[in-house]
Each structure stands twice: as C-alpha cells, then as structure tokens.
C-alpha cells in the first residue's frame, strides 16, 4: 500500500488513483476529490499552503486504509494528499476506495476523509486579500 499512500508536493492526479484503486473483484468504486475553493466565510481565498509531518501523516493515512479494509471490505485504498502552495481549483486530496458493494465503497470514502481531518498532522494556511490564518481543519 505504499505508493496508494503518498503525501506530494508535485499536483496530484485523479486518473492515477483511479487506476491504482481498480480491482477486478470490486462492485463499486467511489472516488473523493478535496479542491481549493474561491472563497472561505464570506472571504476571497488567494490560495492555501498545507503542511504535513509527513513520517506520522503517512501512519495515520495508512491506518485508515486498513480500518477500511477491516470495517468496509475494502479491496484498494488510495490516499494521496498535496503539500505546499495550492490555488484555486488545485486538487488537495483525492480518496479512492475499491469494495465488492458500492455501498461500503461510499461509506468508506466518507469514513476517510472525515478521519483524514481529525487525525492526520497536516495542516492548512488560508490566504486572503486582507491577511492569513491558520484553519484547524487537521490536529
């Protein structure tokens, strides 16, 4: 599961996790793409910077993967999770999930990028036209 878990600075790619996720034996796929949105509250985002601890974020992640193996069955699990500065439209994580049943495929998704959130040490900077702040998205 090593390189289906990969924290980047380099953009990621959806076809890339879509095709490391395929199985032959999977019912459903269901796919996460997390993008860099235009505004925050009411405020013009000019762009994000995420940083990581990347030894411990890569644990976490991996961890994930394997309760979703555990709890929904899942075939292949694909993290990957961007670093650095992104703009609007940028790509800053990308879930697949591969399971015999679509519904364990969606609920496994959902599963991982809510627990992504809460445990994985990575975090995010938002600017804007009139200043930045540090969002407690991630611990």
């Known amino acids: 599961m ?12 959806v076809t890339d996790c879509h095709t490391m996720a395929s ?5 459903g796929q269901a796919i996460f793409v997390g993008t860099v949105r235009n505004q925050t509250q009411n405020k013009k985002v000019l762009k994000l910077v995420f940083e990581a601890y990347t030894p411990m974020a890569i644990k976490e992640m991996q961890k994930i993967g394997l309760t979703l193996e555990e709890r ?16 609007v439209g940028d790509i800053a994580v990308i879930i697949a999930v591969s399971t015999p049943h679509r519904a364990a495929a969606f609920e ?8 992504l959130k809460e445990t994985v040490p990575i ?17």
């Open 123 to 139: 975090w995010k900077k938002e600017f804007f036209e009139d200043g930045e702040i540090w969002v407690a998205a991630h611990p």
């Open 72 to 87: 929904w069955g899942a075939l292949k699990v694909v993290i990957h999770h961007r670093v650095g500065e992104l703009l």
């Open 2 to 13: 090593m390189e289906a878990i990969k924290i980047s600075s380099l953009p990621l790619c």
């Open 108 to 115: 496994a998704c959902q599963y991982a990028i809510d627990t």
């Open 23 to 27: 199985s032959p034996n999977a019912g």
